[in-house]
């Protein structure tokens, strides 16, 4: 019986268990999922499987079921996904405020809900803040493609000026 414990201990920590802190691969998988709701979904819930999540981690939760939502055709499962996403980034945001990386999730996530649904309340502090902390926002691991698809995203938000987004853009690829 203790041989078969040992066993099981040793498969548990050599799996393919995701690790709360593995934020680097995290963040790339998620910006290079592909666009349908079975890969969005499979992504969630390897999230939803790591167990006592970082920060970063429950923003990137937040921002697949944004991402999810985006994808869903049913308007009650839209907002319910939206909803969880909400609470997942507002989570994130309460558990780590100096964040710069998660108020960026935030920002990107809300930014891009209509504001008429109430989510969006928190698009004008994020930006301040990013933009405040510039210095600060720098994403470990990020790949050209990351940077090209924020750049894009920042330069087509209303939300931004092109000063402003060249700004952020510039500040990921100083790194």
């Given at each position: 019986?203790?041989?078969?414990?040992?066993?099981l201990?040793?498969?548990?920590?050599?799996?393919?268990?995701?690790?709360a802190?593995?934020?680097?691969?995290?963040?790339?998988?998620?910006?290079?999922l592909?666009?349908n709701?079975?890969d969005?979904?499979?992504y969630?819930?390897?999230?939803?499987?790591?167990?006592?999540?970082?920060?970063r981690?429950?923003?990137?939760?937040?921002?697949t079921?944004?991402?999810?939502?985006k994808?869903?055709?049913?308007?009650?499962?839209?907002?319910?996904?939206?909803?969880?996403?909400?609470?997942y980034?507002?989570?994130a945001?309460g558990?780590?405020?100096?964040d710069?990386e998660?108020?960026?999730?935030?920002?990107m996530?809300?930014?891009?809900?209509?504001s008429?649904?109430g989510?969006?309340?928190?698009?004008?502090?994020?930006?301040?803040?990013?933009?405040?902390h510039?210095?600060?926002?720098k994403l470990e691991?990020?790949?050209?493609?990351i940077i090209?698809?924020?750049s894009?995203?920042?330069?087509s938000?209303?939300?931004?000026?092109?000063e402003?987004a060249?700004?952020?853009?510039?500040?990921?690829?100083?790194?």
């Open positions: 019986m203790k041989h078969w414990i040992q066993i201990i040793f498969c548990l920590l050599f799996s393919n268990v995701v690790k802190d593995d934020s680097d691969q995290l963040r790339n998988e998620l910006f290079n592909e666009l709701t079975e969005i979904s499979k969630l819930k390897k999230l939803e499987s790591i167990n006592n999540p970082s920060p981690v429950i923003a990137y939760k937040g921002a079921c944004a991402f999810l939502a994808y869903m055709v049913n308007p009650i499962k839209k907002l319910y996904y939206l909803q969880k996403s909400e609470n980034l507002d989570r945001v558990r780590s405020p100096d710069v998660i108020h960026f999730f935030r920002f996530t809300q930014s891009q809900i209509p008429f649904l989510m969006s309340g928190n698009v004008r502090e994020d930006k301040a803040y990013i933009m405040a510039l210095d600060e926002f691991g990020i790949t050209p493609n090209s698809f924020v894009g995203f920042l330069n938000s209303r939300y931004c000026t092109s402003e060249k700004m952020l853009a510039d500040s990921l690829t100083s790194m």
